[in-house]
């Protein structure tokens, strides 16, 4: 079975950083891509970020790029979310998410396929 648990969010100011991280339990991590969702109140959930199963290919929404940066480690089933320069636009509660097929990170119709975590708050004050 699988399982995602996010870590790693907090109250931080403008400009300040946070390392997210999701520890993901079951089978063949490794085989899997990984990506980062965000939903602020009252808004849909967005994609932020993904990485294919051996790391070596990343995509990035463009709210988030230059800023945040994702990668992944398949001996600790860990994948983290680096956050540079955070506004206060970035406050949400933020999602690991885990699926078969890197390529439908980039495809909205696909928006709510795989694995979700529990999410985890991350609120930047101005």
């Known amino acids: 079975q699988v399982q995602l648990v996010e870590s790693g969010g907090g109250l931080v100011q403008t400009g300040g950083s946070l390392r997210l991280s999701c520890a993901a339990s079951?089978?063949?991590?490794?085989?899997?891509?990984m990506g980062w969702f965000r939903q602020a109140p009252g808004k849909e959930r967005e994609f932020l970020a993904a990485?294919?199963?051996?790391?070596?290919?990343?995509n990035y929404a463009d709210s988030v790029k230059g800023r945040f940066t994702v990668s992944r480690d398949n001996a600790k089933n860990t994948v983290w979310l680096q956050m540079n320069s955070l506004k206060p636009d970035d406050t949400a509660v933020y999602y690991c998410?885990?699926?078969?097929?890197?390529?439908?990170?980039?495809?909205?119709?696909?928006?709510?396929?795989?694995?979700w975590g529990q999410g985890t708050q991350v609120t930047v004050s101005s």
């Open positions: 998410n885990r699926r078969t097929i890197y390529d439908s990170y980039d495809d909205p119709r696909y928006r709510g396929l795989g694995y």
């Open positions: 079951g089978p063949a991590f490794s085989s899997d891509a």
């Open positions: 990485i294919n199963r051996n790391g070596l290919s990343t």
